[in-house]
């Protein structure tokens, strides 16, 4: 389980002296309630309502945008970047979970319109030098600094579908080695990954993951979506805000991690579901060129069984140090 690094819980835990807990609650409620009509974060509109929202949304967010880079990672494992450009950084969420991906990180660029998200970002004590921009995307990426990686978390989700190419080739522009997007892991977000994984293909991106190669993707016309799950903690605030039963949440996430110019990539097949076992045998579904396989690993075949029983949703299969053949 991510959760999110002491530095960040540290900066909301001051923030949230003397705040009332009830007032938080109900900033919450109307903030989720947005989100789920569809609406964006244009709905939080002050300090605590960024408050409420960095409590009951940005530890999702985290593990997912922690759980994209974990799978990323395990390909381009050398990799070490010390720039990154977070656009829709919010309260600098995807930003946290790189620093924490890759200690490398020297300097981050945060871009957003939400003076109040932005904000938190500032007072967070990060282990980086981070450079904060109150400015619109479409504005900040005609001068913004190019960096080894760009990030945008949950933030297309909020653009209009027209302007998403220019922001994606504008992105990718900016971007020296990776382009990391995080999407909601819904069919809509899902969408819009496949939209963008299309044109960055098109423009000679390698796909570093979840995907193990540049063909169509089996999903494209598959009633499956491409998604990923990440398991986070939730603090004692996290849940009174939302009257929570249980101290973890589940977070579905779609994910695209492009890169330029990497000569080795360790890619496999993704797990694209939890794997199903039963005593006789563990059944996975594999991410293949053509089209999702059902691989059936029995359980006499002692070795292949015991790695197949370690897999995890999302984990990938690579087949020369296989762990299921
Ligand atoms: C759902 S929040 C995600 C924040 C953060 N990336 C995360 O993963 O927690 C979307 C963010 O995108 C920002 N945003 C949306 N449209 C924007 C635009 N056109 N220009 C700048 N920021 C924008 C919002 O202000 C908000 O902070």
Redesign the pocket.
Known sequence: MAALPSFVNGALRAKLENVSRTDLKARAQRISDSYRSGG??GVIGSDLDALAYAVV??PA?YAA?RAALAQAIEVVSDFAPRTLLDV????G??TWAACDAWPSLERATL????LH?LALAQVTQAPLEVTAQR????AALTDAPSADVVMA???LT??PDASLRATLDRLWDNAVHLLVIVEPGTPDGFRRILACREALIARGAQIIAPCSHEDRCPLARAERWCHFNARLPRSRDHILAKDANVPFEDEKFSYLVAGKGFTALARGARVLATPKVDKIAVTLTLCTPDVPEQRRVARGDKEAYRAAKRLDWGDAVIENRSRTS
């Open positions: 964006t974060s949304r940005m967010t945008v829709g950084a919010g309260p969420t995807a871009v957003d319109d939400n998200l400015r619109a995307i479409a978390s949950y933030v909020e653009l």
